[in-house]
């Protein structure tokens, strides 16, 4: 069974940072486009940042400069680094694969304050 579960949210105060991470079962993540995504109550969820399977990464322009997607030592994790967060920042952060097949995990809370 194939399943994705992020950790690493929290409360943080505007200007902060936080790490997320995603850890995947039953398949391998290691040699897919992952990406990570986001969705703020009352709006449907974007994404935010990608990794290929050459580690290319790619941001959605409001993130850009701010947040680093990167690969774990291990196979199967995935990390989303966010530095200068913004209140517009929060949201329930997931991952997953582009394009997106995997059952979507609980994501995890980040709630920035101003």
């Not at 209140?87 to 101003?114: F, K, M, R």
């Amino acid at each position: 069974q194939v399943q994705l579960v992020e950790s690493g949210g929290g409360l943080v105060q505007a200007g902060g940072s936080l790490r997320l991470s995603c850890v995947a079962s039953g398949t391998i993540i290691s040699i897919a486009t992952m990406g990570w995504y986001r969705q703020a109550p009352g709006n449907q969820r974007e994404l935010v940042a990608t990794i290929d399977r050459s580690g290319g990464t790619d941001y959605t322009d409001s993130v850009k400069g701010r947040f680093t997607i990167s690969r774990g030592n291990t196979r199967n994790t995935v990390y989303l680094q966010m530095n200068s967060l913004k209140a517009e920042d929060t949201a329930v952060y997931y991952c997953n694969h582009i394009p997106q097949w995997t059952p979507w995990g609980q994501g995890t809370q980040v709630t920035v304050s101003s």
